[in-house]
């Protein structure tokens, strides 16, 4: 998906406060599980918030996308990283917690891969471990038709991206097209998003299918969007 925008994915998003993020998702998870010590980062990209864990916790990451698994690897090299899709996967360990950040989970994209999503993510999570989840937008929150702009000004790097969404039932698109620039000259590149629309009962029923229970923190994660938390049971 970002084989042509990986090398200028973390510039991109450099206005994203990554370790002010993962500090707040720490602290979530210390209120749940006081003395955590593993961390599975689902769909962890190139390992910005991995990166500030490491010290904190004994971090793992996967990904779909083998560019950015390898960008993840060079700049988290005490982290292990699994090329996997999120919707089926088995590390063959669980973990003391289990986060997935920037709506990566609207990319399950219809009910029943959001159920597998669910499930396998709970697999990993050890009894007493603390899920994280922020959410993609809802149906009702969703705008058809938004525009927005990026742009990146770096002595070698210049870069303007342009987005535009798309809305087809409970499919959200969103269309992105890139003009880059460095010195040896400009490129232009088109990708498409898709990521799945779905409520808070959705998310609730999903996880809670899997064997745990949401708790909806509002006034968490991106704006409009809130963040999830939930304890997988003890074993009786």
């Known amino acids: 998906m970002f084989d ?5 994915y973390d510039a991109v998003y450099g ?30 990209g190139t390992g910005m918030h991995i990166q500030s864990w490491i010290g904190d916790f004994e971090c793992a990451g996967v990904d ?19 090329h996997a899709d999120m919707t089926d996967f088995d590390l063959g360990r669980t973990f003391d917690a289990v986060v997935c950040l920037f709506s990566s989970i609207g990319y399950a994209q219809t009910i ?28 009702e929150s969703f705008q058809d ?9 770096q002595p070698d790097l210049k870069v303007a991206r342009i987005g ?8 959200s698109h969103i269309h992105f097209d ?14 498409l998003h898709t990521l799945g629309l779905f409520t808070d009962e959705e998310y609730r029923a999903a996880f809670a299918g899997a064997g745990v229970t949401l708790e909806r923190l509002v006034d ?13 049971p003890r074993r009786p």
């Open 64 to 82: 779909l996308d083998d560019t950015m698994l390898a960008i993840a690897r060079e700049r988290c090299p005490g982290a292990e990283f699994a």
């Open 112 to 139: 029943d891969r959001l159920r597998r999503t669910a499930s396998a993510m709970v697999r990993h999570l050890a009894p007493g471990g603390t899920l994280i989840v922020e959410p993609w937008l809802t149906p």
């Open 15 to 44: 206005f994203k406060d990554y370790p002010a993020e993962a500090m707040r998702v720490a602290e979530l998870i210390r209120e749940r599980k006081p003395d955590a010590q593993t961390l599975l980062d689902i769909a962890c």
């Open 220 to 232: 968490e994660g991106l704006p409009n969007r809130g963040m999830y938390a939930g304890t997988r």
């Open 178 to 191: 890139y003009l880059v620039g460095t010195p040896k000259g400009a490129e232009h590149v088109q990708e």
């Open 145 to 153: 038709g938004h525009l927005s702009m990026d742009t990146v000004d």
């Open 164 to 171: 535009r969404t798309q809305r087809d039932g409970r499919a």
């Open 4 to 8: 042509k925008t990986a090398r200028i």
